[in-house]
């Protein structure tokens, strides 16, 4: 294959780097911007405590200060780093989304096999803080390759540009945290440093279209094209869909409809073995120890390997499972001397299937709504993720695509490093999408002429102001669900606020705007409505605008003037740093700008 030229975006040198952390496993990748071939893009392959190359590690952290009376640890452990012993915290990422269902997994096998520290916090510890301990850790093991690389003088005076994914279907608030997360861990800390936010298939999509684009290459993308990427991880997969508009001089792409996911990553199937083991040998597995079964196991590590190896029929006819070392008899599935379980081939089929199931399903469902919006079928579908290097996943995929009209599957080199990889070319070349869809409906609430009839009156209010009668607490829904957005979309709304400044002082002259969301397809027309979540807060400080320049009236009822503040409100749903954010602006200058603030 011919080397694959990238074409850098902007000028002045620095360091690209890419920051994939994974719900089981995280990356990170590091490119010059001085750099033009493809495989310039370098992977941390040596991670702490582990002695072999790996693409990721895991995203598990223990804390020293839990271990002290144990004397097990002196300092914090992550990744390879942490033992089956250790009280660990794992899955973390995924406490940072309130809008993803976690019941599915209030289950004591499933705690048992994660341990305790499984989708729990440590005391006096948010989701937050342990998320950007964990990347912290991330950060310094960067920053020592990193002075490999470059020396520390040189790394000293280069800037970084950093790229963290995140899932596609993550809320804001999660997207916040991911972010302020990162900062707090020292990502985009040094002067110069700068932190982006990027969707994780669109970063696959980068480094999987990348060897299809320009001149002689194999199997090349066309204009047109409909492309959906499957990003199938341990914890979860995150699907979205793509169409191509241009691919000379540049790539061009835009979002074809809105993406989805599940709960239904790879270790849904390590779910699936525990609970056959239960099945089979009762109490004589229940009964060994907790670090002889959980993740991280000497068995566990064992069924991991053999999960590698699984390719369906045709592959091989059974796996041993070592060092599973019950008192139970000897039987046709289990060898006590040896301690072994012995899987049959239907055995890990029946582990696999139903999470390739619901794969399957969720493929179909977003392919059926992309050929609905783009009215042709879906030419490519892209699998990615350390998931998608499973053999038998990529078959079932193939004879999807088989009976889906011959659906060309692609599964790019090294899929498991894809992300982190596209990560780093997001920031080398620019290229991101021309077009994406608002996943929730926007906006906030203020007074509304209130409707006789309509309207209750406990919500009614008459504004001292202009004497008028108004309903607080309507909604005002400035972006629509599934609403066609550019990059550089911004929503303006005119605002105003009245005030009495005699009864105010400066520091109180602000406007406190509250940003909702509703991801329901019809949202509701009040505030209190169940599906409204809070946003962010948006300040406006009015404290340095002279009450000469604010209209103003006087209420003889009151006997005193009262002042109309009037000011501009912008939503950016793709602000700057690529996650939500807004900002107003009156009387000659911005007076807000902000990221979104969450409760």
Sequence with gaps: MADLVIRSAQGGHRMIVGVDYGTTTSGISFV???KSILTDINVIKSWPGYPYVALKAPSVIAYAHEEKNRGKITQNQWGFQVTPKLRSYQWTKLLLDDDIDLTEFDDKSVKELHGDGFLALPPRKTAKDVCADYLAELYKCMMAKLEKELNAHVLGVTPLEIWVTMPAIWSDKAQVATRDAAKKAGFGSRPGDKLFMIPEPEAAALVAMKPHLGFGTLDPIDVGECILVCDCGGGT?????????????????RELCLGMGGKCGSTAIDRNFIKWMERKFGSYYTSLPLEKRRLGSKAMVEFERQKRNFRGAGGQSSFDIENMDMDAPDSDIFDRDEGTVKLSRSDMQSLFDPVMDDVIRLVSQQAEVGERM?????????????FGDSDYLHSKMKAWCLSHGNTQLTCPEDCQSAIVRGAALRGLEGTRPDVFFAKRHYGWSWGEPFREGIDNEKNAYTDDYDGKKYCRGRMHWVISKGQELLPDSVFARNVQLSMDPAHTTLAERKSTLQLFSCSFTEPPEREEHYSCQKNGVLETDFGDVSLTKVESKYNSYLERKLYMYRFEVEVRIKADDGVLGFRSRGYGQQRGNTPVTFD
């Design 237 to 253: 997969v995150d699907i979205a869909t793509y169409v191509i508009d241009a691919v000379k001089p540049r790539l061009k792409f």
């Design 32 to 34: 010059g911007s001085d």
């Design 374 to 386: 783009s009215g042709r079928k879906l030419d490519r579908l892209i699998l990615v993720g350390g």
